[in-house]
């Protein structure tokens, strides 16, 4: 399975930017997916994960942030509005090989595939 993720880029504050992520394979259906982000020096955050069924978002994004899954298309997308400076960061997408339980979803290590970043610039 690879990740692929894109539509980063430098975007205004209160802006908007929609990031995608699709993979080769056998794709999203049946596992968990989740956004992460990461800012140098700091851990991997994680900001959102979708399951079947099932969404879920960090405080510092709820109700800023959309994630959304297309498994047709083995997309799953992040849309982002009202973004603030401190949402800058590169962003990750990443796979389970199992569909996590809601205890599971924010640790890194519990994903097996990961895309290889795209990085959001919110400028003030």
């Known amino acids: 399975v690879q990740l692929q993720a894109s539509g980063g880029g430098l975007v205004q504050a209160r802006g908007s930017r929609r990031l995608s992520c699709s993979a080769s394979?056998?794709?999203?259906?049946?596992?968990?997916v989740a956004w992460f982000r990461q800012v140098l020096g700091k851990e991997r955050e994680g900001v959102s994960y979708?399951?079947?069924?099932?969404?879920f978002y960090a405080s510092s994004v709820k109700d800023r942030f959309t994630v959304s899954r297309d498994n047709a298309k083995n997309t799953v997308t992040l849309q982002m509005n009202s973004l603030k400076p401190e949402d800058t960061a590169v962003y990750y997408c990443?796979?389970?090989?199992?569909?996590?339980?809601?205890?599971?979803?924010?640790?890194?290590?519990?994903?097996?595939?990961w895309g290889q970043g795209t990085l959001v610039t919110v400028s003030s």
């Open positions: 990443a796979r389970a090989s199992s569909r996590l339980i809601f205890s599971e979803w924010r640790a890194p290590a519990n994903y097996a595939y």
């Open positions: 394979g056998r794709g999203f259906i049946n596992y968990t």
């Open positions: 979708i399951n079947i069924g099932r969404k």
